[in-house]
């Protein structure tokens, strides 16, 4: 049974951090490039970051320098440092596992909800 299971979303302050973690089961999670996509109220799913089984990381524009993307094959776990949060990083973050060389072989974790707020 497959699962993506995230946490470490929660209620932070501008300027502070948090840490997501995406934990996998059921699939082989060093052969899958992993990301994480937000989506706020009335807005798309859009890519935050992901990161290849070689470990080449992509990120969108407006978290390049404040977000890192790391995994850890050995736990079968992503994770996402956030740093210097910003209001309008306030979403819902989903961990997102695709398959390298396998079309249709793409899951979703339930998400978890990140507000950044004073």
């Known amino acids: 049974q497959l699962q993506l299971v995230e946490s470490g979303g929660g209620l932070v302050q501008p300027g502070g951090s948090l840490r997501l973690s995406c934990t996998a089961s059921?699939?082989?999670?060093?052969?899958?490039?992993m990301g994480w996509y937000r989506q706020a109220p009335g807005k798309q799913r859009d890519l935050v970051a992901s990161i290849s089984s070689g470990r080449s990381t992509n990120y969108a524009d407006s978290v390049k320098g404040r977000f890192t993307i790391y995994r850890d094959n050995a736990k079968n776990t992503v994770y996402l440092q956030m740093n210097s949060l910003k209001p309008e990083d306030t979403a819902v973050y989903y961990c997102?596992?695709?398959?390298?060389?396998?079309?249709?072989?793409?899951?979703w974790g339930q998400g978890t909800q990140v507000t950044v707020s004073s």
């Open positions: 997102n596992a695709d398959h390298e060389w396998r079309s249709g072989y793409n899951y």
């Open positions: 059921g699939i082989i999670f060093s052969i899958y490039t």
